[in-house]
């Protein structure tokens, strides 16, 4: 995060490399969605397909997920003035940290905390689907096009979207099953998909802030942006919990709805809705870090290490 704010600081306010800057800004629009696909693809590529199974856990918190989502479409279509550009904003930076799916990370954190991986990684599979769905669907309504209606707007949406949540899950089942030499090279390179991560991390907090400085926004509106991003990853974490004690997974339902692919949300965020709506999700990859740093430091005082 660190480096992708350095990088794009060095390169937005040092004349010598402006003309670097406009070369390799829309390479980088680009590539990100790759990395996307690549940490999924290499993420499935490591799972034990014979051993998910769909849990109770799993319907409710898509369904929570999905309930946060419809409050917050009908708060922006309702009770939101559509002159406040400020208002719609925040609402539209808050909508892409609840729509996102799992983050592809959480199964990984869900292990280290002494959950279950493969329900986690069930539901990320789940997740993802249900994402793949609910965009199409939402953000039309969200941010009208006076070009295009909203049944073109869903199919080129749900494409690109499909593109990068649904295509690398049945690759990486068709790679474990029938390519099992580049199956094997791939699970042979640990932490690659750590590696991915890292590398779209950068490049989606040099994306937030180039957003932040172009936005011309009010300080209040970034801050609040920031607040309110910061109360829901607590919300969520927490709704998670309590609905994974019915089931005795609160490690895995915690993560589940709490632990987001923020790197899926911001280029939502920017592609689809108002650019600087980034922002919110911008923070929350650094709220909910937080959160898990805090979980880890906690278990590891409980194992007494």
């Not at 390169?11 to 980088?28: G, H, K, N, Q, V």
């Not at 629009?29 to 940490?39: C, G, N, S, V, Y």
């Not at 593109?163 to 099992?180: A, E, N, Q, R, S």
Request: hydrophobic share 55%; net charge positive.
């Amino acid at each position: 995060m660190g480096l992708g704010t350095l990088l794009y600081i060095l390169f937005a306010f040092t004349p010598e490399l402006e003309e670097a800057s406009r070369f390799f800004e829309p390479i980088f629009d680009e590539i990100l969605p790759l990395f996307m696909f690549l940490i999924l693809f290499v993420t499935f590529c490591k799972v034990d397909f014979h051993q998910m199974r769909l849990e109770p856990w799993h319907f409710w918190i898509s369904l929570f997920q999905i309930l946060f989502v419809l409050i917050i479409v009908g708060i922006i279509l309702f009770a939101t003035d559509p002159n406040d550009t400020n208002t719609k904003i925040m609402w539209e930076g808050i909508l892409c940290c609840v729509i996102a799916p799992c983050a592809a990370a959480a199964a990984v954190v869900t292990t280290k905390l002494g959950g279950n991986l493969n329900s986690m990684t069930t539901f990320t599979f789940l997740s993802n689907f249900v994402t793949a769905l609910m965009i199409p669907i939402v953000f039309p309504l969200v941010e009208k096009s006076a070009h295009i209606s909203f049944l073109t707007a869903f199919w080129i949406i749900l494409q690109r979207v499909a593109l990068i949540l649904v295509v690398p899950l049945l690759m990486g089942w068709f790679v474990k099953h029938h390519m099992h030499r580049l199956h094997r090279r791939i699970i042979s390179i640990p932490d690659l998909g750590f590696y991915f991560w890292g590398i779209s991390l950068a490049i989606v907090t040099g994306t937030t802030v180039k957003n932040i400085v172009n936005s011309h926004s009010p300080v209040i509106l970034l801050l609040l942006i920031a607040a309110v991003s910061l109360l829901l990853c607590f919300v969520q974490f927490m709704v998670g919990k309590y609905v994974g004690r019915f089931f005795h997974s609160t490690i895995e339902a915690g993560q589940a709805l709490g632990q987001k692919n923020t790197a899926f949300a911001i280029w939502i965020a920017y592609t689809y809705l108002n650019p600087v709506a980034s922002v919110g999700p911008g923070c929350y990859i650094l709220w909910q870090n937080i959160v898990n740093s805090w979980e880890l430091w906690q278990q590891r005082r409980k194992n007494g290490k």
